[in-house]
């Protein structure tokens, strides 16, 4: 399906694709307005492969847990965590309605010998199609649609029977307003003003209830804590700004 002949679905905010399709060309660039995403991004593979070890019982110390697995990273963007993915052994599938962030994300793929199937559809596109996946991902894309409990509940149903759910967001408590808003889009400039809506960020209980609404568990959030002095990320019980969370089926 085209995303450019094909309807948008409910969840998906028009003028947050445009927003994000303008700064598609930065997507691969570490110093460029993707920065932080750089920064963050063996945080959350470091979540990521935990869970998936936990889940499927891979070996802790295999290079590719993923090996045999179809996984779907739901708005890809231009494939920051689809290609560690496909290098974790998963058959990946990469969704994204940006037009230009679907064609940067497959040459950057080909550029790198990655086979990966990206594709300019939605969530709820790929649920119509009938297709489930034993990973799926949704990482720092809840906070930018429009429909958060149909949103969670597409990404629900496209998990396979015995499969994982992972997510990851930014809640909405004043310090996230202080910290992902007024630091690091007007004092720091990590990211351009305008890139985060607070009113839209996520709480935990909130993602949790639509999780469960759609038929999944979903784990205790993992908090995702930015230091300063290192200029980088760990997991930390404190999800008071950005978190991950994990579901499976009960």
């Not at 948008?8 to 932080?36: L, Q, Y």
């Not at 689809?82 to 994204?96: F, M």
């Not at 906070?143 to 029977?161: G, I, L, Q």
């Not at 990211?191 to 038929?215: C, M, N, Q, S, Y």
Request: aromatic residues 6%.
């Amino acid at each position: 399906m085209n995303a450019a002949v094909s309807p948008p679905a409910a969840s998906i905010d028009p003028s947050e694709v445009a927003k994000f399709d303008r700064m598609a060309a930065d997507w691969w660039n570490p110093k460029g307005s993707m920065a932080p995403l750089h920064k963050l991004n063996p945080t959350r593979l470091a979540f990521i492969r935990d869970a998936v070890i936990k889940t499927f019982g891979a070996e802790a110390a295999s290079l590719t847990p993923l090996a045999g697995r179809r996984a779907l990273d739901i708005g890809c963007g231009g494939g920051l965590l689809s290609e560690p993915l496909a290098r974790l052994g998963a058959r990946v599938v990469g969704i994204d309605p940006a037009p230009t962030n679907i064609a940067i994300a497959k040459r950057h793929a080909a550029e790198a010998g990655l086979a990966i199937d990206y594709r300019g559809e939605s969530v709820e596109d790929v649920v119509a199609a009938g297709e489930r996946f034993d990973l799926v991902i949704a990482s720092e894309v809840v906070e930018h649609v429009v429909d958060v409990k149909a949103f969670v509940a597409a990404c629900c149903k496209a998990v396979a029977p015995d499969g994982l759910l992972i997510m990851s967001t930014l809640n909405r408590t004043l310090r996230s307003f202080a910290l992902a808003i007024v630091g690091a889009e007007y004092v720091l400039r990590w990211l351009p003003r305008g890139t985060h809506d607070w009113e839209k960020f996520v709480t935990p209980r909130e993602l949790a209830d639509a999780i469960a609404a759609g038929g999944l568990t979903a784990s205790e959030p993992a908090g995702m804590v930015y230091n300063p002095l290192g200029d980088s990320w760990r997991l930390s019980r404190d999800a008071g700004v950005n978190y991950l969370m994990s579901a499976t089926r009960a």
